[in-house]
Structures are given as structure tokens and as C-alpha cells.
Nanobody, 125 residues
Framework: VQLQASGGGLVHAGGSLRLSCAAS????????MGWFRQAPGKERDFAAA????????KYADSVKGRFTIFRDNVKNTVYLQMNSLKPEDSAIYFC???????????????????WGPGTQVTVSS
């Protein structure tokens, strides 16, 4: 599957952004999806994930209550709504598609087989 993330940009602390990840190349609705982020000099960290049906989600503690992941299996797109943004949310955000076609939520990077090129999010203080 090919993934293309968009929606990143520069926002003031407390602001909001919505990231989109459009998928093509295989049955989007058959696989779980996830968002990861990587700040300069740091490892790529899990942010949010969603099952293939959209019925289950998981979030990193650092974003819980502020970020929402959801998907539209008709539009082959997964979204990450980010509210109450903080400077520490600044990173490159990557979307990823799970390797296995199970209706569960996976969060380890090794569970994802396809990755998009990422979109930059910068939150100013």
C-alpha cells in the first residue's frame, strides 16, 4: 500500500491541526492504521492507532485526550485530529499500515509494514 500524509504545518501552542493519510494500492479497510512521530534527535514514537473497522483505538499517554484518530474506509483515508497542541508535539508525523489483516489495534512499529513519507508539524510557544 502507498501512503501519503498531509496537513502538517506551523501552529501556535493551543491550536489545532488535522492530519490526513491517503492510502492506495490495496484494500485499505482490511488493515489497522497508525500514526507515529519523530522529533529531531529522537526515536520514532507511537502516537495513535486504529483497528481496521475503526471500532478500537489506542493512544500514547502524551496525546490522550488531545488527539483523535479516525478513518473513512470509503475515502481510504485515516485522520489524526490534534487539539491543544504543545511545543513538544513538534515532530515529523508518519502514518503506517499494519502488516496483518486483523480487526485489532497494534502499536509497535514492527507491526506496521507500510509507511508514508511523513508531514512536519511545528508548534510554536
Amino acid at each position: 500500500v502507498q501512503l501519503q500524509a498531509s496537513g502538517g504545518g506551523l501552529v501556535h501552542a493551543g491550536g489545532s491541526l488535522r492530519l490526513s493519510c491517503a492510502a492506495s494500492g490495496r484494500a485499505f479497510g482490511a488493515y489497522g492504521m497508525g500514526w507515529f512521530r519523530q522529533a529531531p534527535g529522537k526515536e520514532r514514537d507511537f502516537a495513535a492507532a486504529i483497528s481496521r473497522s475503526g471500532g478500537s483505538t489506542k493512544y500514547a499517554d502524551s496525546v490522550k485526550g488531545r488527539f483523535t484518530i479516525f478513518r473513512d474506509n470509503v475515502k481510504n483515508t485515516v485522520y489524526l485530529q490534534m487539539n491543544s497542541l504543545k511545543p513538544e508535539d513538534s515532530a515529523i508525523y508518519f502514518c503506517a499500515a499494519a502488516r496483518n489483516a486483523l480487526d485489532i489495534v497494534v502499536i509497535s512499529p514492527q507491526s506496521f509494514g507500510s509507511w508514508g513519507p511523513g508531514t512536519q508539524v511545528t508548534v510554536s510557544s
